[in-house]
């Protein structure tokens, strides 16, 4: 008799509020992800074959590998998933006009460990959901005020973070 495999998905869910259309906040933040800044534990991030790699270490002995790769949407939302990797991801970015200058910008993804053992530890010092959200409220800052919220330390470069390939 099999064991049945249980799956741990985890779930993040960032929305923030930024005061221009739709439009110049996807604009913005696709500008704005090209300044990679040096992020503890991001350790590689790659464009080929229209899909982003990237390599980090979360903490507490995480490591995380994925390739990730943007979805067709029908509408205006950013949807996009993994392709291979020790993590599954499947996420969406929607930007909601709130006011004629307002927008509500909504991250939802979900995640999950492909190791039943990586799952466990994730789950019990959620590593990863920590370092994900780590690195989304420090686009936060660079999306409502531009490259002036850069550190000095800030490098521009081709290779950005987590889901900039959504927004090219």
């Known amino acids: 008799m099999g064991v049945a495999k249980t799956e741990v998905t985890m779930f ?13 906040t996807r604009r913005r933040l696709a500008s704005q992800l090209t300044y990679r800044r040096n992020w503890e534990g991001l350790n590689r ?26 979805l067709p949407s029908p509408g205006g939302e950013i949807l996009f998933h993994s ?23 909504t991250l939802t993804m979900d995640y999950t460990a ?8 994730d789950l019990v010092t959620r590593a990863v959901d920590r370092f994900l959200n780590t690195q989304l409220a ?15 330390g800030d490098v521009y470069t081709e290779a950005s973070p987590a889901l900039a390939i959504c927004l090219r």
């Open 138 to 152: 420090a686009i936060e800052p660079m999306l409502r005020n531009g490259a002036e919220a850069l550190n000095p």
């Open 45 to 70: 991030v790659d464009f080929a074959d229209g899909k982003m790699e990237i390599a980090f270490n979360a903490g507490m002995g995480v490591a995380v590998e994925v390739q990730i790769e943007e």
């Open 12 to 24: 993040i869910q960032k929305s923030l509020h930024v005061d221009r259309t739709p439009e110049e």
């Open 83 to 105: 392709c291979h990797g020790n993590v599954a991801v499947v996420g969406m970015i929607e930007f909601t006009a709130i006011k004629e200058r307002l927008t509500e910008v």
């Open 114 to 121: 492909e190791s039943p053992l990586r799952a466990f530890v």
